[in-house]
């Protein structure tokens, strides 16, 4: 084992609650394991029961509403609790819209987008703070690392912020956590199970799989459709009409979601990263996604096909069928968060040679 490290890392929430807490709560509880001291800090702790071996500090909840002036007040309060407690060895790892980190983890894509839509689509002061929240996270002085979590975000942040060349890592892909896997069996020629599953189902492309599955029926007909992570009711209505069989699940539990496919289906609108991916790979099921996913990365032929959202549903369909016919191919995909843990170490060990 390394060194031990003291690393304070800050996130709003913190606890396996969405896709970034999730990141963070996995990959400090592996820091702890490595014997390493860490320290949170949040507005909430939303832990069942707060890990062993780590110290926990809440600064209260702040209003949701406005996004960018939540981000702004809990920045503030960051900077007023690191004042009162100071620390010169501590490292600070944010995952947030603060000011005082050394290193920043970005877990979506970049606010700067927006320089994209027309000017009038610009001018308003919500805009601009969020460009300059982003802006002061980035390239703050204090700003030793930026760590993407993609290949596809690490590309867009340098399109938008080239300045930050020279303290942008390698990506640092997030973890899996073991899943059930899918026992090996024959898939009939004309069934096949394909799976959904997605709380934000209108970002994660539900629409566009419903229209995939409609023309996938008429390649295998007695295909199942199981959709879940959220409540069923809100999308029932799109089912109106449709000739293949489905059930929405709800709120599942997703390690033993995945055993239950054959094949996940994830056109993602605008997907970070998407963990469902990788998770369902460990599983051993089979993807087909878009390109838009940060996770496309980690796709070979042998774990499925990455398509383009412009390509028509029918594409999507023969993709989702040429998976369904490849059932004799062993999918194996290890990502352990203690693997995460141990690639960020060397930066670590970097920026406490640098502060120290």
């Not at 832990?47 to 007040?73: D, F, N, Q, T, Y």
């Not at 008429?218 to 999308?235: Q, S, Y």
């Amino acid at each position: 084992m390394t060194d031990a490290l003291h690393v304070l890392h800050i996130c709003r929430r913190f606890g396996p609650v969405g896709g970034m807490e999730r990141y963070v709560w996995e990959l400090t509880q592996a820091l702890v394991m490595l014997g390493h001291r860490v320290e949170i800090l949040c507005e909430v702790n939303l832990c069942e029961s707060s890990p062993e071996g780590m110290v926990i500090h809440e600064l209260g909840e702040v209003h949701p509403k406005p996004r960018w002036l939540a981000h702004l007040r809990f920045s503030r309060r960051v900077h007023a609790w690191l004042i009162t407690n100071p620390n010169a060895k501590r490292i600070i790892h944010s995952h947030e819209r603060t000011e005082d980190h050394h290193i920043t983890t970005f877990h979506g894509p970049p606010y700067a987008a927006v320089w994209q839509l027309p000017f009038w689509k610009r001018i308003s002061l919500r805009v601009a703070m969020n460009l300059w929240l982003e802006k002061r996270e980035l390239c703050g002085l204090q700003v030793r690392q930026v760590i993407p979590n993609s290949s596809h975000i690490r590309q867009q942040l340098l399109h938008y912020y080239p300045e930050v060349a020279g303290v942008m890592s390698n990506p640092i892909a997030p973890g899996v956590s073991p899943c059930q896997a899918r026992p090996e069996r024959k898939i009939d020629e004309q069934a096949g199970v394909v799976g959904f599953i997605g709380k934000e189902w209108k970002r994660k492309g539900l629409e566009h799989a419903i229209v995939v599955m409609k023309k996938l029926v008429d390649i295998r007909p007695n295909v199942t459709f199981l959709v879940a992570g959220f409540d069923g009711a809100e999308a029932q209505h799109l089912f109106q009409g449709v000739t293949f069989s489905y059930q929405l699940l709800g709120q599942v539990i997703s390690d033993t979601f995945y055993a239950q496919l054959d094949v996940l289906l994830h056109p993602a609108l605008k997907e970070p990263y998407g963990m469902v991916i990788t998770e369902a790979l460990s599983a051993g099921v089979a993807v087909v996604v878009s390109d838009v996913c940060g996770a496309a990365d980690d796709i070979d032929a042998d774990f499925g096909k990455v398509l383009s959202l412009h390509d028509n549903a029918f594409v999507w369909a023969q993709a989702m069928d040429a998976q369904l016919k490849q059932d004799d191919v062993v999918i194996t995909y290890q990502r352990s968060w203690q693997d995460v843990a141990l690639e960020h170490t060397p930066i670590y060990q970097m920026i406490q040679q640098d502060i120290s």
